[in-house]
């Protein structure tokens, strides 16, 4: 069976963004998972999905203009991840989002229909996020592995990623290590 990796940058503090949504604090959101090379789906939330379809919309139409969310143009990692994107199916997990306008995106209202997929042929899933996105397949013993980038900042406030996750969940650490800006790379599986 397909395994779903949730990778996402965190604070060290456990957040995924300030107390005002802020997501400047991370310099780059190339894959620094080690990922797209073995995944061939994205998973999304509803409530990341629109910021999502918006930043890397941006990007694949003018990478050199300044970018919402991060005030700059994308690095070379971020229009690298914005032609992969282009070209790999996304699913979209809302009971509110009506209709998407990136290509290759489609909408499920269930987790149900999450599981399904995770049945299916193919290679594995990238669980892009956002918490509520997380919480429902940690949940629901969907996620197989976390990729989580911890970057060297603490924001004191903000968006947990765990926040509201309904129990206790012992993870197997397989990997860590230091990347040049300071930040950790940690591998757990499920």
Known sequence: MRK????????????????????????????AFDLLTQV???????????GYEQYWGAVMSNPRDVLPFTGRPATEGEIEYARIAGRTPHIVLSTTL??????????????????????????????????GLVKSLFDAGLIDEFRLVVQPVVLGAG??????VADRHALRLVNAETMPNGAVRLTYHT
């Open 40 to 50: 061939d789906t994205f998973v999304l939330g509803g409530g990341m999905y629109p």
């Open 98 to 131: 009506r209709d998407v306008a990136w290509k290759n995106t489609s909408i499920v209202r269930t987790v149900e229909a999450i599981r399904e997929l995770k049945r299916q042929p193919g290679a594995d899933i990238h669980a892009v996020g956002g918490a």
């Open 159 to 164: 968006k947990s990623l765990f926040s509201g």
């Open 4 to 31: 779903i990796i949730a990778a996402l940058q965190v604070s060290l503090d456990g957040l995924i963004e300030g107390p005002n949504g802020e997501l400047d604090w991370v310099a780059s959101w190339e894959d």
